[in-house]
Structure formats: structure tokens, C-alpha cells
């Protein structure tokens, strides 16, 4: 096997989809050092005739030099990042959740530094291969749809995040286009599945810290959670527009 030396991180391809430009990748690189079985693989990011963004998993060993330290993941990931940073608005994103093990699609705001950080919804397969309901966030809670919101301050140890609540989809997220969405203002954070409002936000602390323009990243990542079940496995996130106004 031929596996390929990527020396310049920080060059990348742009994308204009759904009316903005993006980057295929993070702003920060091409690889995650706490995720580096996977790294943002431009090749794994398509936009198909009818304009519906395809976000994949795929197999696609590389070699990958960041900041000094060598890397050697198996998989190439999807993912986009905004170049335009939004500061209020409501985001949304219709999308059909891919199949397979150990797969992580969401769909999130970051602003920078961070946090804050308003996670729309995150999806965890794990050993399944199916998102049985959503759930806010829980860190043991694989095999859910869940959205988050990420606040306080790295360096003073106060980051932290919002308490977990759950709420139901009623359709199969892998074989139905369902919208995912948030309406981010001031004085409030709510978040939709499915049309259906399923959480809101009202904590005045955690707006307050919420208040600085923030980055729209969509991606489809893997887990370490099921990876052993993953076997050269290749997986579809279809997204047929991002919306804000």
C-alpha cells in the first residue's frame, strides 16, 4: 500500500454551495491530534447535480506532518467550514443522516477562541448502525441525535456545557431528508428537529458568553466508539441546502 505524505496543512480548496463559500476542512488543519484516526479529506467532499452536498467516510490511508508530529490515519472524512462568521441568526440545514458504524454527522456553530460552541445536532451511531432518538448532550449517549452548547473559559478551567434533555424524532433519520435548525438570537437559543422546537435556552450567563460571531461547520466524522466494526466502510451524509437569514 502507497500511502501519501501531506506536508502543507493549511493550504485547502474552497466550496461555493447554498449560496456561501467554504473551506473543506477546519481552520485549524487537516487533522484533529485527539481524532487522528480520521483527517478532513478534500476527496470526501462533492456537490451532485441537483446541488445536494455529499459529506463521506471513506478508507484513504495517508501520512499526515502536523505541528512537528506524524500521523497515520486509515480514513478520509467530509467536512465544511463557513469563511463568512455569523453573530445571531437562524441556521438550517435539511439533511438525511448516513449508515454505518461508529459514524459522528453534525451540524454546529464555533466561534474563536473557544468556546462558544452551539452544537444544532450531533448524531452518534457507535456499535450500531442506527440513531434510535435525540438527545441533549450526554457523553455516553451513542446511538442519538443530540445538540449541545459549549461555554465558559479553557484557560480559567470553567468550560463546561448545559445539562442533557431528550426529545424524540418520529422518522428514520437515514432513510427521510429532515431539517435541523437553530434560531440563535440575543435573548435566546432554540433548537428544531423536524420542524418541531425541542429545546430552548433562555440562561442569560450562557447567551452573555454566546455573544461573538461564530463559523457554520457541517461534517461527518468518525467515533473511536465501533471503529473495530468500521472494516474499510464508507458512508454518505446528504445535505440538500444550508439556510441562514
Request: with cysteine.
Amino acid at each position: 500500500m502507497t500511502l501519501s505524505l501531506v506536508l502543507i496543512i493549511y493550504s485547502f480548496n474552497m466550496l461555493n454551495w447554498s449560496g456561501h463559500e467554504w473551506r473543506k476542512q477546519e481552520p485549524w488543519g487537516i487533522i484533529h491530534p485527539d481524532k487522528a484516526w480520521n483527517y478532513y479529506d478534500e476527496s470526501a467532499v462533492e456537490v451532485d447535480d441537483k446541488g445536494t452536498l455529499h459529506l463521506k467516510t471513506q478508507f484513504n490511508p495517508i501520512t499526515i506532518k502536523h505541528e512537528d508530529e506524524k500521523y497515520n490515519p486509515d480514513y478520509g472524512v467530509g467536512l465544511i467550514s463557513s469563511i463568512e462568521k455569523f453573530h445571531f441568526g437562524y441556521f438550517e440545514i435539511e439533511a438525511k443522516l448516513p449508515t454505518g458504524y461508529a459514524l459522528w454527522p453534525a451540524f454546529w456553530l464555533y466561534g474563536s477562541p473557544w468556546p462558544p460552541e452551539i452544537d444544532i445536532f450531533e448524531g452518534y451511531t457507535g456499535n450500531r448502525e442506527d440513531y434510535l432518538h435525540l438527545n441533549i448532550h450526554n457523553p455516553l449517549a451513542y446511538n442519538k441525535v443530540q445538540s449541545c452548547i459549549h461555554y465558559g473559559d479553557v484557560s480559567k478551567g470553567t468550560k463546561t456545557n448545559l445539562p442533557a434533555r431528550a426529545g424524540m424524532i418520529f422518522k428514520d433519520p437515514r432513510k427521510h431528508f429532515i431539517k435541523y435548525a437553530c434560531n440563535w438570537q440575543r435573548d435566546k437559543i432554540e433548537i428544531f428537529y423536524d420542524n418541531r422546537l425541542v429545546r430552548t435556552i433562555r440562561n442569560k450567563e450562557v447567551l452573555k458568553q454566546m455573544d461573538k460571531p461564530q463559523m457554520v461547520l457541517i461534517n461527518n466524522h468518525l467515533t473511536e466508539k465501533g471503529l473495530h466494526k468500521v472494516d474499510k466502510q464508507e458512508s454518505d451524509f446528504q445535505i440538500k441546502h444550508f439556510k441562514t437569514y
